[in-house]
């Protein structure tokens, strides 16, 4: 779906080569546009190139292809497994690598005790960008139990790693759902959002914006059709006490899902989840993306005037009576105004 796998990281390190949007195809518009001056070279910088897009949501990374690569699925674990500090290997029996980033690892796990399995998240603190996603996912993960949140277990660190004892989901990630079915039945759609919504909530009343929901960072608990939906992956959630400024300055999030009060550099408040939301809203039931181009300017060009479409042939699932036709432009345009949207649909 477009570029949305390159996130628009907060303050990049220096010493890597950022992703600039500058010398890109001029724009053929109106001469009136009043649009332009929003619209500038370094208007958003991305960090270091990002991964192929995942297929574990832990990780931000790919799980490893076996079938191509010499050395014995049995040998990778065991070199995995030498990484792990005595401590957690003395607890939890190494099962498999399932997943990879820039900074990090994936393993499944088994409690030696309990036999119970998990997933544990190796993150390589001694660099500046994973100690910094560490810092942001901890903070929010030892505040937050709700049943649609992936709950943190506990937590191993060292020196120069931590490591991040999760509850292990295996139905995947709501984008391979949705790639598999196309789009979504308006009761299929309505119940996957009331899940995300009633979990978002439960964020916004601790103070937390997620800043990057996605469909890619929402998790089924199980393979079954009945299985419940988990937010992960809080590397750049911003996360205020109570009684803090609400507002928030920092650019931030994966180009097709970030709000217009962000791409302008504007304050903004955790009402940028909800137009996420609203996109992913727009996916589910269309099976395409409201806005989308491989050309960064043009496709934040597309979100700041809001052009997007939902007719019949492109979003089959929403017909000319349906409760959605009046629901997702809402959701898409409200937030422009600083308007709340009730976590309910």
């Known amino acids: 779906?477009?570029?949305?796998?390159?996130?628009?990281?907060?303050?990049?390190?220096?010493?890597?080569?950022?992703?600039?949007?500058?010398?890109?195809?001029?724009?053929?518009?109106?001469?009136?546009?009043?649009?332009?001056?929003?619209?500038?070279?370094?208007?958003?910088?991305?960090?270091?190139?990002?991964?192929?897009?995942?297929?574990?949501?832990?990780?931000?990374?790919?799980?490893?292809?076996?079938?191509?690569?010499?050395?014995?699925?049995?040998?990778?674990?065991?070199?995995?497994?030498?990484?792990?500090?005595p401590r957690v290997t003395a607890k939890y029996d190494i099962k498999a690598l399932i997943g990879r980033g820039s900074f990090s690892r994936v393993v499944r796990v088994e409690h030696k005790a309990t036999k119970q399995p998990f997933a544990i998240k190796m993150i390589e603190t001694?660099?500046?960008?994973?100690?910094?996603?560490?810092?942001?996912?901890?903070?929010?993960?030892?505040?937050?139990?709700?049943?649609?949140?992936?709950q943190l277990i506990e937590v191993f660190e060292t020196q120069e790693r931590?490591?991040?004892?999760?509850?292990?989901?295996?139905?995947?990630?709501?984008?391979?759902?949705?790639?598999?079915k196309g789009s979504f039945t308006e009761r299929d759609a309505t119940r996957v959002l009331q899940m995300v919504l009633d979990g978002v909530k439960y964020l916004h009343t601790l103070g937390i914006t997620h800043r990057d929901l996605k469909p890619e960072n929402l998790l089924y608990y199980h393979p079954g059709t009945d299985s419940k939906i988990m937010i992960t992956d809080f590397g750049l959630a911003s996360a205020r006490k109570k009684g803090d400024d609400c507002l928030m300055k920092t650019t931030c999030g994966?180009?097709?899902?970030?709000?217009?009060?962000i791409l302008v550099r504007k304050p903004y408040t955790n009402s940028v989840d909800m137009?996420?939301?609203?996109?992913?809203?727009?996916i589910l039931l269309s099976g395409t993306m409201p806005f989308e181009d491989d050309n960064r300017t043009r496709l934040y060009r597309q979100i700041l005037k809001g052009k997007y479409s939902y007719s019949g042939e492109e979003c089959p699932q929403i017909g000319p009576h349906s409760e959605y036709v009046q629901?997702?432009?809402?959701?898409?345009?409200?937030?422009?105004?600083?308007?709340?949207?009730?976590?309910?649909?």
């Not at 629901?327 to 949207?341: E, T, Y």
Request: hydrophobic share 35%.
């Open 1 to 85: 779906m477009g570029c949305g796998t390159s996130k628009v990281l907060p303050e990049p390190p220096t010493d890597v080569q950022l992703d600039l949007v500058k010398k890109v195809e001029p724009y053929i518009g109106h001469q009136n546009d009043v649009y332009k001056h929003f619209i500038k070279e370094d208007a958003v910088k991305a960090g270091s190139p990002s991964p192929p897009r995942h297929t574990y949501p832990y990780s931000s990374g790919h799980p490893p292809n076996y079938a191509e690569q010499p050395e014995p699925r049995k040998n990778k674990v065991a070199k995995y497994r030498a990484k792990f500090d």
């Open 126 to 150: 001694k660099y500046r960008e994973g100690r910094e996603v560490c810092e942001s996912e901890l903070c929010v993960l030892r505040r937050v139990r709700h049943t649609n949140i992936i």
């Open 162 to 180: 931590v490591y991040m004892v999760m509850e292990l989901a295996t139905g995947g990630e709501l984008f391979d759902r949705i790639i598999a």
């Open 254 to 261: 994966t180009p097709e899902y970030i709000a217009p009060e």
């Open 275 to 282: 137009w996420a939301l609203g996109v992913i809203s727009y």
């Open 327 to 345: 629901l997702l432009p809402c959701v898409l345009v409200a937030v422009s105004s600083g308007a709340r949207i009730d976590a309910s649909l």
